[in-house]
């Protein structure tokens, strides 16, 4: 009997399986066609349900035949149910839906539900829509890269690079081969100054990235839109209020494997000189020894020092959802750092009779420890008082703080001699601060105003940055080992630095539709900037009474004096102190045509610009004061036709330009990393014609394929250079070379299969530039010869390569989503030479990262991690000349010459997410 029964269980079982159907399908908007990721669908009053995956598609399997109610519901869309039957002849069943966007009206002010602003969706249909050429990295993949800042997370947009600090972290963007200089940064569509104390390029390492709601790189400029950007215009769209109660927050911790190995070495600021002697008393002070404070070079050992990371955003609308408001607010304390081998070159040919072989005189060893403390907070009201009327005010604070202690060997590869021990203890304090009141108004059904009042304000300042220079003297014993004979201490140098840039903007435009298929704009801007630099610095010496050098014991026990006696006052003649101002006025005519499937946007910006300094050299000082005024008409044209519904082919023209920052234009001598850097008032303004083509195609869902190519005419770029200044010195500074030309092409694309996914882009780009450069070396018989020659080179800093590519998993159903991506960057210039063929060559390098999240099952929280530089590939930098010291450590090359390597290490991050 017992057989029996489980001999009809079996049967029954296998009978009941047979009967078990699968229901799947695609799930899209009503109106756009456009699949909704990550929708729900369920098999009412059953444990039957699923997710919608990346494409767009669902499937439930194992459904016992039966008449089902099957609902699908999406966040801002009315939820959907339809009725489907499994009969026992079926075993698959296709069943589509098509959610129809849930619109709220109360008090005659219409809100739409805005909830996909922050996903692939909405950031695909924004490049598909769009007037122009860009491309645009939402909120929801910003979440899932291993990117802290806005910077790094720049190098995952196609075309663009970034320039990078000592600590390996992304700092500035290179767009299309085109330098940080010649591109812009806005918030919100606002263009916002700099805190860097000689560009006017910003910092983009000072932006928290969890603060975005999408992150747009525009590379083809509209009449209505700023002219200054030839490679492109970075605009930073955060977060904006919502249309129901959001609130999310996140708490992560992490290291950095670099201070697994090593000690993480600081400094405290609590008793640092935030002024120096001559702003405390005046410039006739005369300086004390007592008035400098050597607590920035006293250091703290730190083991494993631990990254910690926090954020918080909460918004909602009230008042019968006529008010809105959204606070968010990032908070990021790390510990960052980098060893590295710098080479130094001298400054005589070889003796060998082969033209501009240099050699290499002393080898450095770095080390950094940075430790920033980065904020972010971001307050957006608006008010709708009406469908016509609209007022909003929002408010952005940055600040970013950065210790870096930088301690460097120096061995002057002499048998017997001085080794160098320098310390740097550098302090800064960058701040970005704006304000802009917008107003939007229908005066009547088809003419629209929109008006901004804007307040910017950056700042920086860096108090007190201290060098210290030690030498060992060595010398060689009888039996020919050598040995370390004394410690001394050489002079110590205190330098305080600020700077402040406050913007006073106004923008007003106006827009008519003529007809639905005709629409003409026109608008205006005026800036008021005033800029402001102060530099002072101090040097101590060492030397004893009697001239004799000072042994080393300790840093509290040195006697400091002045030597001579006139170093105790401050410069009153430095050109780095100086005030500036620039004032833009421009106006713009803008018309936009569909016809058929054709659609054209054209017009002519015209910007107007005065730019003035007065600078603390002598009165009879060449370049003491400036002053210059200038006029660009930038007309521009876009294309864009309409092959299908999904797919577009664009042609578009632009005029672009790039001013010079302050300090480029002001004759004064600052330090910098490697050199000595410069202004040069003889500067001008740049100019280029831009000319893009590219087709797109947009399948479903978040899918892409865009393929196009670039050509700019560059007429006066700017790069920096060496000129001479006074005997045979050479300082680092910005000039004028003639006419470049830059070109290339550029491919992205993504593709889902279910729930994997493929990402990535590439792109080619190839620039030419002819530059005046000196030739010497060593004839036969031994003597220096000098002459001068010319070379064409590509841009500084231009790759001919940059590439990315992703591998992702997302599954709806699980709640975990990962990624692994990799990021490359060709060989590019780092830094051009004054002698033919010299120029530093950044070699090309790789980047590998990972990073996942997995939500918690009935909550609403997840956790995540972020790792990065998984392979640890050192950054490189070559000059590429025959290599004659191979004895050398990393010089295994003989056809090039290892001048830097820098080697960073991996970083981990893991932390957990609140959202609702």
């Not at 296998?14 to 909704?36: H, R, V």
């Not at 075993?91 to 959610?99: S, V």
């Not at 100054?193 to 790189?217: G, H, Q, T, W």
């Not at 911790?253 to 002024?275: A, C, H, I, M, R």
């Amino acid at each position: 009997m017992k057989k029996i029964f489980i001999l009809f269980l079996i049967t029954f079982l296998s009978i009941s399986a047979a009967y078990a159907g699968t229901l799947k399908g695609f799930i899209t908007d009503q109106q756009s066609g456009e699949p909704l990721v990550g929708a729900t669908v369920m098999l009412e009053n059953t444990k039957f349900g699923t997710s919608v995956g990346l494409d767009g598609s669902y499937e439930i399997k194992g459904i016992p035949a039966g008449k089902y109610q099957c609902k699908v519901q999406y966040v801002g869309y009315a939820p959907t149910v339809k009725t489907v039957e499994i009969d026992k002849t079926q075993t698959f069943l296709k069943l589509n839906f098509t959610l129809l966007e849930q619109f709220n009206e109360l008090n005659e002010v219409t809100v739409s539900a805005t909830a996909d602003r922050e996903t692939d969706n909405s950031a695909r249909k924004t490049e598909q829509k769009s007037d122009n050429v860009l491309n645009i990295i939402s909120a929801k993949t910003i979440q899932l890269l291993p990117d802290i800042t806005v910077a790094n997370v720049l190098q995952r947009i196609s075309g663009v690079s970034v320039v990078r600090n000592s600590t390996g972290d992304g700092q500035y963007a290179v767009i299309r081969g085109m330098d940080k200089r010649y591109n812009y940064t806005s918030v919100n569509g606002v263009k916002i100054p700099s805190p860097d104390n000689k560009n006017r390029f910003v910092p983009m390492d000072i932006f928290p990235a969890d603060l975005l709601e999408r992150l747009e790189v525009v590379k083809a400029l509209t009449p209505n839109m700023e002219g200054d950007a030839i490679g492109g215009a970075m605009n930073m769209v955060m977060k904006s209020v919502p249309d129901y109660l959001i609130l999310s927050a996140t708490a992560s911790g992490g290291y950095s494997q670099l201070f697994s190995t090593q000690p993480f070495s600081g400094f405290n600021t609590k008793d640092v000189n935030f002024k120096s002697p001559s702003e405390i008393y005046g410039n006739q002070y005369v300086a004390k020894t007592t008035d400098f404070s050597i607590k920035n070079l006293q250091y703290n050992q730190v083991s494993m020092p631990v990254n910690s990371l926090l954020s918080l955003s909460v918004g909602n609308r009230i008042f019968n959802h006529k008010l809105g408001f959204l606070f968010g607010g990032s908070y990021q304390h790390t510990y960052r750092g980098s060893n590295s081998l710098f080479f130094s070159l001298n400054g005589q040919p070889s003796p060998d009779p082969v033209p501009n072989t240099p050699l290499i005189e002393s080898v450095q060893q770095r080390t950094y420890s940075n430790e920033q403390a980065r904020l972010g907070l971001n307050l957006k009201f608006d008010y709708a008082f009406n469908n016509r009327n609209r007022l909003s005010l929002y408010n952005l604070f940055m600040q970013l703080d950065d210790w870096q202690h930088r301690h460097v060997l120096t061995n002057q590869l002499t048998l017997f001699g001085d080794v160098g021990n320098n310390d740097r203890s550098v302090y800064r304090r960058q701040n970005i601060y704006n304000s802009t009141l917008r107003g939007d108004h229908s005066l009547t059904n088809k003419l629209q105003l929109n008006w901004s009042a804007v307040y910017s304000l950056a700042k920086s300042q860096t108090p007190d940055w201290m060098d210290q220079s030690l030498t060992y003297r060595t010398s060689q014993n009888l039996d020919g080992t050598i040995s370390k004979a004394a410690t001394y201490i050489d002079n110590v140098s205190h330098i305080w630095t600020h700077n402040e840039d406050r913007d006073l903007t106004g923008y007003v435009n106006l827009t008519y539709t003529y007809s639905p298929k005709i629409e003409f704009a026109a608008g205006g801007m005026y800036r008021d900037k005033d800029r402001n630099n102060f530099y002072n610095d101090y040097s101590l010496a060492t030397v004893l009474p009697g001239g004799n050098r000072q042994v080393f014991t300790s840093i509290d026990k040195t006697v400091f004096t002045f030597r001579p006696e006139s170093y105790a006052y401050a410069d009153s003649t430095n050109a780095n102190n100086y005030t500036a101002k620039e004032k833009i006025s421009a106006g713009y005519l803008q018309a936009k045509v569909n016809l058929s499937n054709w659609q054209i946007l054209g017009g002519v910006r015209v910007e107007n610009t005065n730019q003035s300094y007065v600078s603390q050299l002598p009165v009879t000082a060449t370049g003491k004061t400036g002053n210059i005024t200038y006029m660009d008409i930038l007309p521009s044209l876009h294309f864009k036709y309409r092959l299908s519904e999904h797919e577009n082919i664009r042609f578009s023209y632009f005029k672009g330009i790039s001013r010079p920052g302050y300090f480029e234009l002001v004759p004064a001598s600052f330090p910098g990393e490697y050199f000595t850097e410069s202004g040069n008032y003889k500067l001008k303004h740049t100019q280029a014609d831009n000319i893009d083509f590219r087709y797109e195609i947009f399948p479903k869902g978040n899918q892409q394929f865009l393929i196009g190519a670039f050509f700019k005419n560059i007429q006066n770029p700017i790069e920096y250079g060496f000129t001479e200044f006074g005997n045979s010195n050479f300082v680092y500074t910005p000039l004028n070379f003639g006419t470049a030309t830059n070109f290339g092409a550029e491919m992205v694309f993504t593709k889902y299969f279910k729930n994997w996914g493929v990402s990535g882009n590439y792109t080619y780009t190839h620039s030419a530039i002819t530059t005046t450069k000196r030739l010497y070396g060593r004839d036969a018989t031994g003597s220096i010869v000098n002459s001068e020659g010319s070379q064409t080179r590509p841009l500084q800093g231009q790759s001919d390569h940059i590439a990315n590519f992703s591998l992702i998993y997302k599954n709806p159903n699980s709640g975990f989503d990962a990624q692994l991506s990799w990021v490359y960057t060709g060989k590019r210039i780092n830094i051009v030479s004054p002698f033919l063929g010299l120029d530093y060559w950044q070699r090309g390098t790789s980047q590998m990262d990972f990073s996942a999240e997995k939500k918690l099952k009935n909550t609403h929280f997840s956790v995540f991690a972020k790792l990065t530089n998984l392979l640890n590939n050192p950054i490189i930098v070559e000059v590429l000349k025959p290599n004659t010291s191979q004895n050398l450590p990393d010089q295994t090359r003989e056809d090039r010459i290892l001048v830097q390597k820098d080697v960073l290490q991996q970083s981990y991050l893991i932390g957990i997410r609140y959202k609702r």
